[in-house]
């Protein structure tokens, strides 16, 4: 078994100027533990990522809660995911973890104990299962009334739309429709987006803005333009996710979490603050 790098991500910094309220959640990061080993078709471990890394992230920026996401270097093994969940413990941790068609139901119903509330799926180079596998992994997770997180190139939304009508679970647009190429907040794939909201099982989450972004921080203007159109549109569907540890830009380009954070000052007033990073967060995923 390979031997994994330990962290060497910043890990502290100044405080955000956003005052968190009580049970703000962090909807989206990842978790690299020693001892489970990058599977075949997701992309290599650079270097650990643990609970107690998280931690002095967590209590930097004045978090509470915790949705611990599948990474795609994982693929199908939730077990890091599933290790790190428990370590964390279900009072303030839930999981969103790869679900395959035959994942057998005991496992299920233990994962569902254990704070697991949504199955991933990602329509981008990497992912484990893709948007055609949401039938099969819909059927999978209904009884346990989780969710799906969706994650695809926004501009190819109009393509996708049909399979995401047909969702009857709820489901998470991830990473503020993740347009990899960012479009005007008028365009009429965002069109598209709402009326996908509109619809009454569709979420939204705020993360990931420096992956998709060609302004750059700190204000991501040309991401954060569509994001506040969907805020200002659905306020009571919208979570936040800091997507630690940033796995997917280079050092160089590591964004500063009390930024991503921050940009909510900008993006959303103080009610859908509330809203985005406590209530709907305790109303999606059961806290």
């Given at each position: 078994m390979a031997t994994i790098p330990a962290n060497t991500r910043p890990l502290e910094g100044d405080a955000p100027r956003l005052k968190a309220p009580p049970g703000v959640t962090d909807c989206h990061m990842h978790l690299y533990l020693e001892g489970f080993e990058a599977q075949p078709g997701g992309p290599p471990i650079a270097e650990l990522a643990t609970p107690e890394d998280y931690a002095r992230v967590q209590r930097r920026l004045g978090l509470d809660r915790v949705v611990i996401t599948q990474s795609n270097a994982y693929q199908l093994d939730n077990g890091a995911t599933i290790e790190g969940l428990k370590r964390i413990g279900s009072d303030t941790a839930r999981a969103v973890i790869a679900v395959s068609p035959d994942m057998a139901e005991e496992t299920l119903a233990e994962y569902d104990r254990l704070g697991v509330r949504g199955a991933r799926i990602m329509q981008l180079?990497?992912?484990?299962?893709?948007?055609?596998?949401?039938?099969?992994?819909?059927?999978?997770?209904?009884?346990?009334?989780?969710?799906?997180?969706?994650?695809?190139?926004?501009?190819?939304?109009?393509?996708?739309?049909?399979?995401?009508?047909?969702?009857?679970?709820?489901?998470?647009?991830?990473?503020?429709?993740?347009?990899?190429?960012?479009?005007?907040?008028?365009?009429?794939?965002?069109?598209?987006?709402?009326?996908?909201?509109?619809?009454?099982n569709a979420w939204f989450k705020i993360a990931g803005a420096y992956e998709t972004s060609w302004t750059g921080a700190p204000e991501f203007a040309d991401v954060a333009a569509i994001a506040k159109r969907v805020i200002a549109h659905a306020p009571e569907r919208i979570v936040w996710g800091s997507n630690w540890p940033h796995v997917g830009v280079p050092r160089t380009a590591y964004p500063d979490d009390a930024v991503l954070l921050d940009n909510l000052l900008d993006w959303a007033d103080a009610t859908q603050r509330q809203r985005i990073l406590v209530d709907n967060p305790a109303e999606l995923y059961g806290f």
């Open positions: 180079p990497g992912g484990a299962l893709g948007i055609s596998a949401i039938p099969a992994v819909e059927a999978r997770i209904r009884d346990f009334d989780w969710h799906l997180m969706v994650q695809f190139d926004g501009r190819e939304i109009d393509e996708h739309r049909p399979a995401l009508e047909a969702i009857k679970t709820r489901y998470v647009i991830d990473h503020i429709g993740k347009f990899l190429e960012p479009v005007a907040a008028d365009d009429p794939r965002v069109d598209t987006l709402l009326r996908l909201i509109d619809r009454g």
